[in-house]
Nanobody, 114 residues
């Protein structure tokens, strides 16, 4: 049974930084592409960053140059370093495979104040 546990969210002022972590269990983490998704109130969940098993990355235009995704296969963990945060980055952030499996963790709330 897959489990995804996200952490690291919080309240930060615009321009600040946060680092999110997600630990996966119950899946063959090292061979799966992983991603960070977010869902803002009243909006659909969107993929903001992805990373392949080999370390290739891609980003949504809205976060390119500000967010960095990375992974540690030995720890079954994927990270999202978020810099220069903006109020529009406020959302619940989730990790999942890319494409996502039909299971979502509890997410971690990121709130950016102006």
């Amino acid at each position: 049974q897959v489990q995804l546990v996200e952490s690291g969210g919080g309240l930060v002022q615009a321009g600040g930084s946060l680092r999110l972590s997600c630990t996966a269990s119950g899946s063959i983490f090292s061979i799966n592409a992983m991603g960070w998704y977010r869902q803002a109130p009243g909006k659909q969940r969107e993929l903001v960053a992805g990373i392949t098993s080999g370390g290739s990355t891609n980003y949504a235009d809205s976060v390119k140059g500000r967010f960095t995704i990375s992974r540690d296969n030995a720890k079954n963990t994927v990270y999202l370093q978020m810099n220069s945060l903006k109020p529009e980055d406020t959302a619940v952030y989730y990790c999942n495979e890319v494409p996502p499996i039909d299971y979502w963790g509890q997410g971690t709330q990121v709130t950016v104040s102006s």
